[in-house]
């Protein structure tokens, strides 16, 4: 099995040696997700590589102050040429995650994975997995020092929204002396930590606070008191002018009751179809649990669909998350 230090030098030699790349982050992408592509990009445009940035849907409103965000393209509005041979998959946990984007895909694309998941099983043609890494932004700064370029502040702004969104605020148990000690760095180079958290972690939008306001009114706890969910429907989502993004954080709020194991969100996306997100107090590991339905991602946090309605899936959930306790 290669040593991180050699998937670092084998994913170096893949930028050099191509060119003309499809960079692709998960469906509905986190702050992670949006500012690892915006690093590939920048880091390729540095090489003087051609490149193409492509996500099923839109980037969160609030990560648009980043790099090129505006050139990241949204399949909803815009149809796009061709297929690419050389791909790159920054934080998705399976192949499946990249969601329609695969239709640009080559049939014989080389892949690079990179990504931060314990439950990633090594799609690509190369693979950059650190599963201790606090995000894929972590990896993307080891990456980026492995190359002759001139770090600035866009590059450094990027970086730092990854670890500030995947740590909660450098308040997760991922936050390790490294995590402290590249943003240091990235701080000594212009980052605004300040005005990034208040825009990432505490504005909260009009919509955003109508839907959590519904989905804190469908609130349950188990007799036993160590589970708790809450559930979204789309008329939900509809009356409150919500959006995907709108949803985030909503999850800790049944996780952060005290004496609560496990929290869970499930957001109702069809009749028989539900998103289920999940986070743990540590005592379960909702990676492993997640897998039992498909999905994956972290100890602490991960998520899957379920093709069933919201009545079956519920009591299916809670049911494993009571045999995992």
């Known amino acids: 099995m290669q040593s991180y230090e050699q998937s670092l030098q084998q994913t170096r030699k893949f930028l050099l040696e191509h060119d003309d790349y499809l960079v692709v982050s998960h469906v509905q992408p986190d702050g992670d997700a949006v500012s690892s592509t915006l690093a590939v990009g920048w880091l390729l445009s540095c090489l003087g590589k051609k490149y193409s940035m492509l996500n099923e849907g839109p980037i969160p409103k609030r990560m648009e102050y980043l790099w090129h965000s505006d050139e990241i393209v949204n399949m909803a509005d815009t149809e796009m040429s061709g297929t690419f041979k050389n791909v790159i998959c920054v934080d998705c946990a399976d192949f499946q995650r990249v969601g329609l984007t695969q239709q640009y895909f080559a049939e014989d694309a080389l892949i690079l994975n990179i990504d931060h998941h314990p439950t990633n099983n090594g799609y690509g043609f190369v693979n950059l997995i650190k599963p201790d890494a606090a995000a894929t932004a972590e990896i993307l700064f080891d990456l980026l020092q492995t190359f002759d370029v001139e ?29 402290m000690a590249a943003v240091s760095e990235l701080l000594a180079l212009g980052v605004n930590g300040p005005e990034l958290a208040e825009t990432l972690l505490e504005e909260m939008t009009l919509a955003q606070v109508k839907v959590l306001n519904r989905a804190l009114n469908t609130l349950q706890l188990s007799p036993e008191g160590d589970i708790a969910y809450v559930y979204v429907t789309p008329e939900d989502m509809a009356n409150c002018s919500a959006a995907n993004e709108d949803l985030e954080g909503i999850v800790n709020y049944p996780r952060n009751i005290q004496g609560v194991e496990v929290g869970i969100l499930f957001k109702v996306i069809h009749e028989h179809a539900v998103k289920v997100s999940l986070r743990s107090a540590g005592r379960v590991d909702v990676a492993a649990l997640a897998q039992t339905f498909g999905g994956g991602g972290h100890t602490r946090a991960a998520g899957a669909r379920i093709e069933q309605t919201l009545e079956q899936v519920i009591p299916l959930v809670l049911e494993e998350v009571r045999r995992h306790l």
Do not use: E, H, M, Q
């Not at 770090?151 to 990854?162: E, F, K, L, R």
């Open 151 to 179: 770090w600035d502040v866009d590059i450094a702004t990027a970086i730092y929204t990854g670890l500030l969104t995947d740590t909660g605020g450098f308040r997760y148990t991922n936050t390790s002396p490294k995590v």
